[in-house]
Each structure stands twice: as C-alpha cells, then as structure tokens.
C-alpha cells in the first residue's frame, strides 16, 4: 500500500508542450522531495521541498508543496525528450525519515 | 567514494530457493534503506537502518524476509523460500542524518527473477 498518489500513472507529450504531475496524500509530511528515474537506474533526487506553499523552480521545472504539507505538483515547461522518465515524489515523517514513494508518473516526451 | 553499489545486479533463481542481496552504502552515510519496486511503480519501502540499529521492519512483506547491517556498514536483504511474486528490483539508498533536506542516495538495484 502506497500512501502517495500520483496522477496521470502515464503521459506522453509531444516536445515544447508543458504538463504538471501531481502527487496527494491524506498524510501530513514534514518534508516532500521528487525523484527521477531512468530505466535500470535508481532514483535520482529533483528537489526537497519543506515547508508549506513553498515553490521551488529548477531550469524549467516548478515544484510547490501544498500550505497543508499534504500534496506537490510538478510543472515542467517546454518539456524536452531529455525528460523522458518516470518521477517519483516521496515524503517522508517527523519521526526518523522514513521515506514513503507514490505510486509514480512515466512521461514519455516525443521529440 | 562511488556511491551506492548492490550485488548481483540480477539474480534468477526457482521457487522455493533462497536469495540473499548485499547493498554498499556510502561510507560517511549511517542511514540505509531497502525498498521494492516493480516495473513502473514507485518503490515500495521495506525496511531501514540507522548504522546496525533496524528501525522499522514491519513494512518487511513477510517473515520470508529479513535484513542485516551487523557492523553498520554494509546490508543484506534475505528471501528465503522465494515465490514468483517476489520477482521484482530491490532497491538499497543510504543518506547522512540530521539533515531536513536529507537526500537518498540510490544504487542501481539488484533485479530478481523467480521462476
């Protein structure tokens, strides 16, 4: 049991147009971080984002992390085939960082 | 240092066998994490160690698996009597804390096939 939603599970973009990845909770997190992964790779961390309504950009991708600590979005802009992956939010609890990953979003852009 | 390192990378083994993965942390890191993965999902968390400490393993899937860091370095994720459900990638991270912003650290995962 996953306790991160992520939506859409898959997306497939056509290079230069935008689209946003969102990930929901009915959890309180004290801190909310995004991955990406390549295939036969690990994860590799985007962003830790920590406080609420916090918005942070990274070149062309916005992260913001709801004023309730309880969901994210990720926004790219122009998205490029170089951003082809599957991203992965993950939030993790006062109480030791344990970090929990959603359900993941595989993007495909098609150049 | 050169990051994460897990062994095998991939392991094909029958029913019924049993299946151990190792995982190499980053040295200076004392937290380690374990967690499953199938293809296209997120990871699923599993278990976590602070240096030889586990601190949470009641997210380990069945009794048929456990996890080790004896001496607070490197780990081991046993299965034993393997099933064809247990084919998936297992994924080891480590990261330092203290840190809010902490980060985890991901090896390249060791993917098991159970015929």
């Known amino acids: 049991t996953q306790l991160l939603e992520q939506s859409p599970q898959f997306l497939s973009i056509q290079e230069g147009e935008n689209l946003t990845v969102y990930c929901n909770s009915s959890?309180?997190?004290?801190?909310l971080q995004w991955y990406r992964q390549e295939p036969g790779e690990g994860p590799v961390l985007l962003v830790t984002v920590v406080t609420g309504g916090e918005v942070k950009k990274l070149k062309r991708l916005t992260f913001q992390f709801g004023d309730a600590r309880k969901d994210s979005s990720l926004h790219i802009t122009a998205a490029q085939p170089g951003d082809t992956g599957l991203y992965l939010c993950a939030g993790a609890w006062n109480t030791g960082n344990q970090f929990y990953f959603g359900t993941g979003t595989s993007l495909t852009v098609i150049p | 240092d050169t990051g994460v390192s897990q062994d095998p990378r991939h392991k094909i083994t029958k029913r019924g066998q049993n299946v151990t993965f190792r995982c190499d942390p980053i040295?200076?890191?004392?937290?380690l994490y374990w967690y499953r993965q199938t293809l296209g999902q997120g990871p699923e968390f599993l278990t976590y160690f602070q240096n030889e400490a586990q601190l949470e393993k009641s997210r380990l899937l069945s009794d048929r698996f456990s996890a080790e860091r004896p001496k607070g370095s490197f780990s081991t994720l046993e299965i034993q009597r393997t099933e064809q459900g247990d084919s998936a990638m297992y994924l080891c991270a480590s990261c330092e804390t203290g840190k809010v912003r902490g980060e985890l650290f991901f090896g390249e995962g060791s993917r098991l096939t159970v015929l």
């Open positions: 959890s309180v997190f004290s801190s």
């Open positions: 040295s200076e890191h004392n937290r």
